[in-house]
């Protein structure tokens, strides 16, 4: 199971290559008003898919019993959408005065203010023995506040970046994220069974499907004239993803395994990879609603599209260091029990 959603991240990270490389090589196709009619395909058909798709998938039974550590779902949820994004606001207002591309810079903040991606922390837990429950209730509770506390943050920090009032903004995203979503939760109360004993292929479905959007919104951008990727700019915000990432773990692993903290190592690894990981399944689809239409649109999805995979890496690199940290710590609290 694990090498199944493991080959899926990899075919899915190929998968973005050659999207964009299909984007450049024929823009005509997935443009507006094109063949793929992506005002209308990927817009709303699109978008409402993938969310009915999670609506399936969510096993929001399970949310319950994962209830009681209140603490730990605070601390996972404020860090990713309190403090991850005031600190990037923060932090670029320091490289808005250096010579880095504007609208890479906004899709660093847009970046920021995302939940945490449902399925790969949650595997990420089964692979190092972190805490599943943690990660199970802080995926989907997290994909829950995103859909309105994202926009909320866009509009805080970005202002009037966005072409598309923000009261058509939620009326839209109420139809296609949150009304496909219930749908959903809905449709999986009466095939639970089914559902359970199939087991369908939603990460592989709702990969398609973001290729698709990827691919129409790369369409968009190579259509235009004067579209100009600065490469210095691209190289810089690669390293600056990779940085971020990496610092906030550490700041996560710190906090955490204070002496006063009340976490447990389980605790610790979910706290890491939930607090710092972004969702690209509900980014993606938000960021074409909220910037519908903008011509900078597929600029600002590019940190996204960086850090997506870069998470992804970095997760799959320190399994092993986290899993060997954890199952130390666990035999060192064994030891120091006392003997009755």
């Known amino acids: 199971m694990r090498l199944l959603e493991r080959l899926r991240k990899e075919w899915f990270m190929v998968g973005i290559v050659v999207a964009i490389a299909g984007a450049k090589l024929e823009p005509s196709v997935g443009v507006n008003g094109g063949p793929l009619k992506p005002e209308i395909t990927v817009s709303y058909i699109a978008v409402a898919t993938i969310f009915f798709n999670s609506g399936l998938s969510l096993k929001t039974e399970e949310l319950t019993s994962a209830l009681v550590h209140l603490k730990l779902h605070l601390f996972i949820q404020i860090f990713t959408l309190a403090f991850f994004p005031a600190a990037i606001w923060l932090f670029l207002q320091l490289l808005s005065i250096t010579s880095i591309n504007e609208w890479l810079l906004k899709g660093m903040e847009t970046k920021g203010c995302l939940p945490h991606p449902v399925s790969f922390p949650i595997l990420?837990?089964?692979?190092?023995?972190?805490?599943?429950?943690?990660?199970?209730?802080?995926?989907?509770?997290?994909?829950?506040?995103?859909?309105?506390?994202?926009?909320?943050?866009?509009?805080?920090?970005?202002?009037?970046?966005?072409?598309?009032?923000?009261?058509?903004?939620?009326?839209?995203?109420?139809?296609?994220?949150?009304?496909?979503?219930?749908?959903?939760?809905?449709?999986?109360?009466?095939?639970?069974?089914?559902?359970?004993?199939?087991?369908?292929?939603?990460?592989?479905?709702?990969?398609?499907?973001?290729?698709?959007?990827?691919?129409?919104?790369?369409?968009?951008?190579?259509?235009?004239?004067?579209?100009?990727?600065?490469?210095?700019?691209?190289?810089?915000?690669?390293?600056i993803i990779v940085s971020i990432q990496l610092s906030f773990m550490l700041l996560t692993f710190i906090f955490s395994t204070r002496n006063n903290s009340g976490f447990t190592p389980a605790d610790t690894v979910a706290i890491i990879f939930c607090s710092t990981h972004k969702s690209l399944t509900l980014g993606i689809p938000m960021l074409k609603i909220v910037f519908a239409g903008h011509e900078h649109l597929s600029l600002i999805s590019v940190p996204l599209l960086i850090y997506h995979p870069a998470q992804i890496l970095l997760g799959s690199v320190l399994v092993p260091t986290i899993k060997s940290w954890m199952v130390s710590r666990q035999k060192g609290v064994k030891l120091t029990r006392p003997t009755v």
Not at 127 to 143: D, K
Not at 191 to 205: H, S
Request: proline fraction near 5%; charge should be positive; glycine fraction near 6%.
């Open 124 to 239: 990420l837990m089964k692979c190092t023995g972190g805490s599943q429950a943690a990660a199970i209730f802080n995926s989907a509770f997290g994909s829950f506040l995103g859909i309105i506390i994202t926009p909320l943050l866009l509009l805080l920090f970005l202002g009037s970046s966005s072409s598309v009032p923000f009261t058509s903004i939620f009326s839209q995203l109420f139809m296609t994220v949150v009304v496909p979503l219930i749908i959903g939760q809905i449709v999986r109360r009466y095939i639970k069974d089914w559902l359970e004993r199939k087991k369908p292929p939603f990460g592989a479905i709702s990969s398609s499907v973001l290729l698709m959007i990827i691919y129409t919104t790369f369409c968009d951008t190579f259509s235009n004239p004067h579209f100009d990727l600065d490469k210095f700019s691209l190289v810089l915000i690669l390293f």
